[in-house]
């Protein structure tokens, strides 16, 4: 059986800032734009890794969400904790510098971690976390 990963999702509360950061930013492709009753997905994707598409949706994609559900979801993501992604790249440092010379968020400089890669981290402008690492050379 083959099983590989198709699709992941990023909630952001603003798709325009989203599309600014994830596009422009990350210099990822806009593979789809959809509105839905009142909602919006946008995908995305690397050129270098076709087939794999992160959905930026709203916090709370479900047209039959309460409104206390729908609340609770936007105080999650504001706070930052809802999860995001971990992008890999061929040189973090490269990366890094071009993400915040462009104004992101920044979590962490690029540091060696014990698990085997150098990384750092940064905010999208919804508040998830993302990380950007490279294996390190042995």
């Known amino acids: 059986m083959d099983i590989r990963l ?3 999702f990023i909630a952001v509360d603003d798709h325009d800032k989203a599309l600014a950061f994830y596009r422009d930013v ?3 492709d806009v593979l789809n ?6 909602m919006r997905w946008v995908t995305v994707g690397s050129p270098a890794q076709p087939g794999v598409e992160i959905v930026l949706e709203p916090p709370l994609a479900d047209p039959n969400a309460s409104p206390a559900d729908r609340q609770t979801m936007a105080e999650l993501l504001a706070k930052g904790l809802l999860r995001g992604v971990i992008f890999t790249t061929d040189d973090v440092d490269a990366t890094f510098e071009r993400i915040r010379a462009a104004g992101g968020e920044v979590l962490q400089e690029p540091i060696d971690q014990p698990y085997g890669v150098r990384d750092c981290a940064f ?16």
Do not use: A
């Open 6 to 8: 198709s699709q992941c």
């Open 26 to 28: 990350l210099g990822l």
């Open 33 to 38: 734009d959809v509105g839905f009753e009142g």
């Open 123 to 138: 905010r999208d402008p919804s508040g998830n976390m993302l990380r950007f690492n490279q294996p390190r050379k042995r």
